[in-house]
């Protein structure tokens, strides 16, 4: 038989049965069938828009945009769902057709009905944006407090970063179903009084923060709304019992994966066991509340929950007994210690027992039952972003690894082929404001981390000039694996005991250093060029002159103009003057 035998579909343009089309969605993925693709995508997201399924049909135009040769029809096909869902004065249409006319080729036949959509859409919003305010696009949090103010919806759009919200006026409310539909990115709603919840709350909120003053409450209103699949929950909570946290965890336990509880009456042993009886996915759990020894006997009942759930960070605001906690902590990564006021005793208790043995409770667990804890964070002041600044918890228990390059800088080690198997120890120390700890402590512990630790922050550390000292005298230790070192309020007279230190340091690139230093001292020259260095901040009492500054910027050959922040005002004008004369913009 000769000849070739062509497979034709037309899909009809009105189409209401959502099986026939999955057919011909799958047929034309088969025959990699591009029109017949769009033609079946397009009848569908508009059959589920019909149907009131939204989300599915947003999902159908955006798998078109992502065909290169399909992405115009894709746009378009978005840009008519936000239109007949929205109208013209929609801002997120306005910035669908804008993305359209970047990506799509001025050659595509759509191009010119793109543009004509684009300008519609654009005269729409600049005649009803009269009183909105002029809001950057790159803000990630609006705090909405009492302001009069009425068209909330239009200045939600101006940007699709913004993920979450305070509402702390009843009258913002009747524009919150609108803000939420615009802002399908949101997953975040922060209240600041029950009496707000009666309102209809939208379906694809994840992260729930409250504050207020009774439990019984927030759990009955989250009982009447079962559509929601809160995984984070903040609580500020003053009159809160054991049957009203179990009530709670009851219901939202199963899909918890962070959880923070503030402002109640209850020890941590009594959270701890509400934990483990009913949630089995939590990561995080933040908390203020204080230590109850009473509670804190170790018992498989009462810390079942650290052997159990894939618990990684820890954070407490008040002295903790970690030997009864981390010994069953097999998957802490994560461990601050927030607002810390604690005595030099229950230092010398965490890192070292006694002269003869070196090893605290901290270093201890991490030794004895390979304790993958890669953060330890220690502030004597008030950070209340602390849990902001954390490395993010994803759905996946182990992408939670790959977040926390920021701080641990584990994403260059783990390019590095000789770092072998050394994923077991402290990769990040700070110790931020502590005024407790011993010199012979602190010491003690950095050699026994020495071979792991890849950020080190003294900053207002008293005990770090001691360390300084122990190296001039001779008692120095490698940190190969170093990268990033924060030290300020360094005098003069411990410059060459950090150049000392800094020698010992072979991989480092960040270094931010304040003290009264000297640009003229061959021993900061000395510390800038480093061969490993990639970032420098120098702080604002070092001197120099321009001389002095040249000699610097010659010394620093990985150094680029970005990377070097002078705080003086003095020393920056030398800094441009100095740079002046350099072609390759290199210093």
């Known amino acids: 038989m000769s000849g070739s035998l062509t497979l034709s579909l037309h899909v009809p343009e009105s189409y209401d049965n959502i099986t026939s089309l999955n057919d011909y969605v799958r047929m034309a993925r088969v025959t990699n069938n591009g029109d017949m693709l769009a033609d079946a995508l397009e009848n569908r997201a508009k059959v589920f828009f019909d149907q009131g399924e939204h989300s599915r049909a947003y999902q159908d135009a955006q798998y078109l945009i992502t065909l290169i040769p399909l992405e115009a029809r894709g746009y378009l096909l978005r840009g008519h769902l936000l239109q007949k869902h929205y109208g013209f004065d929609c801002w997120e249409l306005r910035e669908t057709y804008k993305v359209a006319l970047a990506n799509v080729s001025p050659d595509d036949y759509s191009y ?22 002029d809001l950057p696009t790159d803000v990630c949090d609006i705090i909405f407090g009492y302001m009069p103010f009425e068209n909330l919806a239009v200045a939600t ?49 994840r992260d729930v923060q409250v504050k207020t003053f009774a439990m019984a409450g927030l759990t009955d209103w989250l009982l009447q709304q079962p559509w929601m699949q809160v995984t984070s929950l903040d609580l500020h909570v003053v009159l809160c019992t054991t049957h009203d946290l179990n009530r709670l965890l009851a219901h939202l336990g199963a899909q918890l994966t962070s959880l923070t509880l503030e402002g109640m009456r209850l020890s941590v042993g009594e959270m701890l066991r509400a934990i483990q009886r009913h949630c089995r996915r939590l990561r995080y759990f933040g ?41 069953y902590c097999r998957h802490l990564r994560f461990l601050y210690m927030v607002d810390q006021e604690p005595t030099s005793s229950f230092w010398h208790r965490l890192w070292r027992t006694d002269r003869n043995d070196s090893v605290g409770e901290l270093q201890r667990a991490i030794q004895r039952y390979q304790l993958p804890l890669q953060i330890f964070h220690y502030t004597s002041s008030c950070s209340n972003s602390l849990k902001h600044e954390m490395p993010a918890l994803d759905d996946e228990p182990e992408s939670i690894s790959a977040t926390s390059t920021r701080f641990s800088n584990n994403k260059a080690a783990a390019g590095d082929s000789d770092y072998g198997d050394k994923k077991v120890g402290l990769r990040t120390l700070s110790m931020v404001g502590n005024q407790a700890v011993q010199a012979s402590t602190l010491y003690a512990f950095l050699h026994n981390c020495a071979n792991t630790l890849q950020e080190l922050d003294m900053r207002r550390c008293s005990a770090w000039r001691m360390v300084l000292a122990e190296y001039q005298a001779g008692r120095a230790f490698d940190l190969p694996w170093l990268r990033v070192l924060k030290v300020c309020d360094l005098p003069e007279t411990d410059c060459g005991a950090l150049d000392l230190f800094l020698g010992h340091c072979t991989r480092l690139q960040v270094l931010e250093i304040t003290g009264e230093l000297s640009f003229t001292d061959d021993r900061l020259l000395r510390m800038v060029a480093r061969s490993e260095l990639r970032r420098l901040k120098i702080g604002e009492r070092v001197d120099g002159t321009l001389q002095g500054v040249r000699n610097l910027l010659e010394h620093a050959p990985r150094l680029t103009v970005a990377d070097v922040l002078i705080i003086s005002p003095f020393v920056q004008k030398h800094l441009a003057d100095a740079l002046v004369s350099r072609q390759d913009n290199r210093i």
């Open 112 to 133: 010119p009905l793109l543009r004509l959509y684009y300008h519609r859409v654009d005269r729409v919003l600049r005649r009803s944006r009269k009183d909105v305010l």
């Open 287 to 327: 908390t203020d509340g204080a230590m109850d020894d009473n509670t804190l006997i170790m018992s498989a009942s009462g810390y079942g929950i650290v052997t159990t759930l894939p618990m990684q960070t820890l954070v407490f605001c008040r002295p903790v007994r970690l030997d009864t906690i981390l010994p």
């Open 157 to 205: 759009g101006v940007s699709k970063r913004w993920r979450h919200y305070v509402l702390g006026h009843p009258m913002l409310w009747r524009h919150i179903d609108v803000v939420y539909r615009r802002q399908l990115a949101n997953r975040r709603l922060i209240v600041s009084n029950l009496d707000f919840l009666s309102h209809a709350c939208p379906e694809r909120v």
